[in-house]
């Protein structure tokens, strides 16, 4: 045996994925150790657990250090609704074996189950973890979804129990994946199904706008992304105006099912916290600003100039490319259900808007009032961020505008604050109680503050219905937190 085709001289220490997934085409990733110069690595794919028969398909890649020893490659020549499974070598070294399924054809009347999470704080204190064990991306595996969204702060690189302060390098970066892969719960999911993989804040810092980052720091923490997850970095919508051409994909499962996976950090324009003085609540009517308990924290209207910024339409949250490729999209679908991948929360809190949706108020209202005018309907918002359950309809706005034009499910976190611990640490009990007085005002449709959660979307196409419901770290389904004996789980459509 040749030195080179020594046992053991390559591994493959974290794991494997496979991503980006359509009817013809599939990213399988891995990464490698134990080479000291670019060298061979090939995968191979069969549609049998046994690895035997005719390969189905079969790629090569040479890492390198530039890409941090990162293999990533587009397997063509697919399928529809067929699974595979793959394995990467090199000699006699060989990786764990993955397996994904592609999607059945787009004309093809197909039932749909996937589960969708985020936020996920790999750092340590004392070598624990100290909000958990990723334990609901277990039992998301446990649902056997077609696939499973990975949508966004897939590593908090400004984690405060980062030693040494926020990521600022790209080994810094890269050194946050290499953790997040250390846990075993994660790993399994990714080499069990596919993941559509999704940037928010914390894979660069915190609330950034793609418009004010630093340059570096954007692109080493777009990189390190890149190069750690089975994205595809071919066919982005080009936009000069962007920190990064902004990663935006469609992909249809069937004839019933497509997603629309946006990127909401990259080209969008700077917030206008500061323009508003950091006013809590600036878009609440000034009768419910005077009114108890809000006027314990704001004064009768926000500061001149606070609203006008807010909605200024100048002010972008998708860049012109991206947002005319998505109306373009949506106007075309073909699907019963269009649901929109977000990584910012579309429906309204009336609290500390800036970094949502809400806080970019003209470009809101004209996604919104462009699905109801063009009558798009069933469009169902998909989004994590906000460390909590929140199920509602969304409409341009509760006291002025109140018909419903989409719904949206709010889930997560798998491991950081919930969206409850951080309200208390920001302004007490005192706060919590105002902010869930505000969430009854909108009508929230059911609602758990303090659960680590994932998604999960069973579509029926003979039915017509998509099924969306926010479950726990042992996969049950979240009782709203205000009213016992509701579940937060609804059914939209047909």
């Known amino acids: 045996m040749s030195p080179s085709a020594a046992f053991g001289q390559v591994t493959f220490p974290d794991g494997v994925a496979s991503g980006d997934v359509t009817q013809t085409r599939a990213i399988v990733w891995t990464r490698v150790a134990g080479l000291t110069s670019p060298q061979q690595i090939k995968v191979e794919g069969w549609t049998n657990s046994s690895l035997t028969g ?4 079969k790629g090569k890649f040479k890492p390198t250090a530039a890409r941090d020893w990162t293999v990533k490659v587009d397997v063509t020549g697919l399928k529809p609704a067929t699974q595979y499974w793959y394995q990467f070598k090199k000699d006699n070294d060989a990786s764990e074996v993955g397996t994904f399924k592609t ?8 039932n749909v189950e996937f589960t969708y999470s985020g936020d996920s704080d790999a750092f340590k ?3 624990v973890n100290p909000f958990n064990d990723w334990e609901t991306l277990s039992a998301a595996q446990g649902e056997n979804g077609d696939f499973f969204v990975y949508l966004g702060d897939t590593i908090y690189s400004d984690s405060s129990n980062r030693p040494g302060g926020p990521a600022t390098t790209l080994n810094d970066y890269r050194d946050a994946y290499k953790l997040q892969r250390t846990y075993s719960n994660l790993t399994n999911l990714l080499k069990s199904t ?9 894979e660069i810092q915190n609330d950034y ?3 004010t980052v630093d340059p570096a720091r954007y692109a080493a923490g777009r990189q390190a992304f890149l190069e750690n997850n089975p994205v595809r970095e071919t066919g982005l919508p080009h936009d000069p105006s962007c920190a ?10 069937g004839s019933e099912t497509e997603l629309f996976i946006t990127d909401q950090r990259s080209c969008r324009s700077a917030d206008v916290a500061a323009a508003c003085a950091g006013d809590l609540g600036p878009t609440l009517p000034p009768a419910v600003r005077s009114s108890f308990p809000f006027s314990l924290f704001l004064s009768p209207s926000p500061i001149p100039g606070c609203l006008a910024a807010i909605n200024d339409p100048n002010r972008t949250m998708l860049g012109p490319v991206q947002k005319a490729q998505l109306k373009n999209d949506l106007l075309n679908s073909t699907a019963q259900h269009k649901l929109i991948i977000s990584e910012l929360a579309w429906q309204q809190f009336y609290a500390l808007p800036y970094d949502r949706w809400e806080g970019y108020g003209a470009e809101r209202s004209e996604m919104l009032n462009f699905i109801r005018n063009n009558g798009i309907e069933n469009v169902a918002f998909l989004t994590t961020d906000n460390h909590g359950t929140l199920q509602n309809q969304v409409s341009i706005d509760t006291f002025s505008d109140p018909t419903p034009i989409a719904n949206e499910t709010i889930t997560g976190p798998i491991a950081t604050n919930t969206f409850q611990n951080e309200v208390i640490n920001v302004a007490g009990p005192l706060g919590l ?4 007085t505000t969430l009854n005002l909108v009508g929230i449709d059911c609602r758990h503050l303090d659960k680590y959660s994932y998604g999960h979307i069973d579509v029926n196409a ?8 926010s479950r726990d770290s042992a996969g049950a389904v979240i009782e709203d937190q205000n009213v016992p004996g509701t579940f937060c789980s609804q059914v939209y459509g047909p």
């Open 462 to 469: 003979g039915a017509g219905t998509a099924t969306v419901s």
């Open 103 to 110: 999607p059945p054809a787009a004309n093809s009347a197909s």
């Open 54 to 57: 005719p390969k189905a398909f």
């Open 433 to 436: 109680f105002v902010f869930n």
């Open 125 to 127: 204190v004392g070598g």
């Open 244 to 253: 990064g051409d902004p990663l935006y994909r469609t992909v249809k499962w």
């Open 209 to 211: 706008d793609g418009q």
């Open 194 to 202: 596919s993941t559509y993989a999704l940037m928010d804040d914390h």
